[in-house]
């Protein structure tokens, strides 16, 4: 499985991003996918994640109610909504697919090169 992140940018604070991957590979509709960050100085966090049929979201605490996560399984992508944007949101986004349905871990199988989001005070 191959994945393209896109969708990053420069955005002011308060203001919002849709970043996209997409999956190269038909078996990506049976994996479940989630994003990543990583900003300057620090190790790279989980942020959101979606099973395989989007059942099932989970989210860090940091995005809850400001981000949201889904996936168009036609189409091989899923889709990471930004709102209310804040500096502390800067970071380099990876999104990732695990082997199983559901997320059974931190650490995905497969990666996608990053896209970065820089969030202007």
């Known amino acids: 499985v191959q994945l393209q992140a896109s969708g990053g940018g420069v955005v002011q604070a308060g203001g919002s991003l849709r970043l996209s991957c997409v999956a190269s590979a038909r078996t990506f509709s049976n994996n479940a996918v989630g994003w990543f960050r990583q900003a300057p100085g620090k190790e790279r966090e989980f942020v959101a994640s979606i099973s395989w049929n989007g059942g099932i979201t989970t989210y860090a605490d940091s995005v809850k109610g400001r981000f949201t996560i889904s996936r168009d399984i036609a189409k091989s992508t899923v889709y990471l909504q930004m709102n209310s944007l804040k500096p502390e949101d800067t970071a380099v986004y990876y999104c990732?697919?695990?082997?199983?349905?559901?997320?059974?871990?931190?650490?995905?199988?497969?990666w996608g090169q990053g896209t970065q989001v820089t969030v202007s005070s």
């Open positions: 990732g697919a695990w082997s199983s349905s559901y997320r059974s871990s931190n650490s995905p199988r497969y």
